[in-house]
Every structure is written in C-alpha cells, then in structure tokens.
C-alpha cells in the first residue's frame, strides 16, 4: 500500500518522478530534509509542478525525516567553526562581530555611491587572504546585475591586502546577469563552480535591481516578493551547504509613510529583512567617510561605525 512505502529519496515521493528529482537536484533540493524545509510555492515553481502536488510531496517528505535534536553544545560548537571575512575596518569588523560570516546572507542597503559596491569589492579580495589575515583561502562568485564590476578596483585593492594583483582577479568569477532569469540561473548552476573552485563568497550586486525593473506596478508586488524570496532561499541554501559567505546589496525608495527620520526603506522590505542574516545601512557622510548601521544582527547589538572609501579600498 502506497502508505507503507518507504520514502529514502526524491523519487519516492508522490508526484516526483525522475525528471522532476533532477531539476530539484539541481536547484539544490537534494534529499528529503530540503524538500521538507521549502516552501511549496518555491518547490512548485523548481519542480515544474502545481501547489498542490508541492504540499503533498512536502508533506510526505516532513512525516519521512526523523528530526535530529542538536543541544545547545553541539550548536555552539558548530557556530565556533564559522568562518569569518574581514572588511578591512577594524571599527566594521567589530560592529558585526568580526567580519562578515559563513553560513548566513550580509546585506548593505543605501542610496547610490555609498559604498555597497565597494564593500563588494573590498570581501571579494580579502576571503582571498590566508585565513590568519581575516581570509578564507577562498574565491569568488560574483553575480554583477549592473555592469558595476571593475577590475581595476580590485587591483589596487588587492595591491594593498598584499596579494598579486592578477592572482586575485582571476580568483573572482564573474557572471553578468541581465534578467532576474539569468540572475536566478546563475545560482542554479552554481554548485560545480563552488566545489571546483572553493567559492567562499558569493556577491550579487544589486540583488534586487532587476526585479525592481522587471516587475513594476502593484500588481506585480506579490510576484517579484516570491522571485525574490525564492532567490534569497537558494543563497542560504548555498551558504549553509558550502560554509560560505553570500554578501548582496540592495537599493533604497523614498517612503513617503515614514515623516520622522531617515526616510528611505530597502527595496524587498519585510521579506529581506527576515532572510537577510546581518543588515547593514550605508550613508554618505564628509568627503570619503561613510556611516555604517549595523540594523539587524542575531548576535550584535544595533550600532554605529565609520569607514572610508579609498582609493585603495576600505579602511578606519
Ligand atoms: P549604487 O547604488 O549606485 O550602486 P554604491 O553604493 O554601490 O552605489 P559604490 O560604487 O560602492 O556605491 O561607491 C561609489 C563611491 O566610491 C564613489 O562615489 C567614490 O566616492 C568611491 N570610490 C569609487 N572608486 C574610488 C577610487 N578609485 N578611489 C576613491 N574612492 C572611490
Ligand atoms: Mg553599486
């Protein structure tokens, strides 16, 4: 009797065949524990299938994991193990707790020029470092969706971090992405260049520039927040299964609701406050100096920093 059928893998689950298995595989849905944690709108959407076969596929794969309790040792120890990439600022390290971590989503968010990009630039060269100067040993992923990457950027900053110039830059793999479509596939797609090349960062800058653009109007909003979402679930995914990094930037809008202070909210709202893990908020102050909020953070108090912008990168 169907009811009695032993599920071990994705197959075995109602309404999943072989085809079905590898698109999920391949969109990093690969064993029962995941398909249990998606959302059905996300796996209806990877898998191809309608919402209802998505929550009874989830269904069957929730009653199939035994779950596996971690004390509060095992998980402390584990959080020992995350790996740390140092902004260059020893006051921006500080702030979030010693740099930005493995395992979770970083995200700036402020007006144009105020330093999301550089920071981009900035993590792009130090994961590189040895993992006693503030680095991973790592490379780089990096999904441009505005034709901002510079490589001259990155070779002065790398200059100053002590690192060959050329070395670092071909450590840094560049996907142009010019529709949520190609932003979205690039992550897909990602897991053989992760391994093959120990990706420990993954940058995209902007994450939501081109879902502003290509869905506009309110009848739209509800799409592009599930694109979205989904989006920034497959980061995490990468994050948690590859201990790396994901670093994304995000515009502001003016939000005419908010009359008293700052009055600008990141692009995605409510959703990306949730999935991103540390939000940081960039304003522009004298000359070079950027002010640095540190909005959320699991672990950090909110908080106050300034870093600068040089032509060699970030630094006090
Ligand atoms: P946008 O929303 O437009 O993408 P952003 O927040 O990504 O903006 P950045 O590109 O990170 O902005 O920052 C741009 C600023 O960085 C410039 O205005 C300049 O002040 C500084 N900057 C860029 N290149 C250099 C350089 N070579 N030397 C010094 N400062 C630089
Ligand atoms: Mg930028």
Known sequence: ????????????????????????????????????????????????????????????????????????????????????????????????????????????????????????????VDVQLPRNKGGLDGSVLFIDTESTFRPERIEEIAKKAGLDPQKALSNIFVIRATTTDEQTLALERADKLIQEKNVKLIVVDSLTALFRSEYVGRGALGERQQKLNMHLHRLQRLADKYDLAVYVTNQVMDNPAILFGDPTTPIGGNILAHAATTMLYLRKSKEEKRIVRLVDSPSMPEGECVIKITPQGISE
């Open 1 to 124: 009797m169907a009811k009695d059928k032993v599920v071990r893998e994705l197959e075995d689950l109602p309404g999943i065949g072989e085809t079905t298995a590898e698109k999920l595989r391949a969109a990093g849905i690969d064993s029962l524990d995941k398909v249990a944690t998606t959302a059905p709108f996300e796996l209806a959407e990877t898998a191809g299938i309608s919402p209802e076969k998505a929550k009874e596929a989830i269904r069957v794969a929730q009653e199939s994991v035994t779950l596996n309790f971690s004390t509060g040792e095992e998980i402390f120890n584990r959080r020992k193990e995350i790996g740390r990439i140092t902004t260059a600022s020893k006051d921006l390290d500080e702030l979030i707790g010693g740099g930005v971590e493995t395992n979770g989503i970083t995200e700036t968010y402020g007006r144009f020029a105020s330093g999301k990009t550089q920071i981009g630039f900035q993590l792009s």
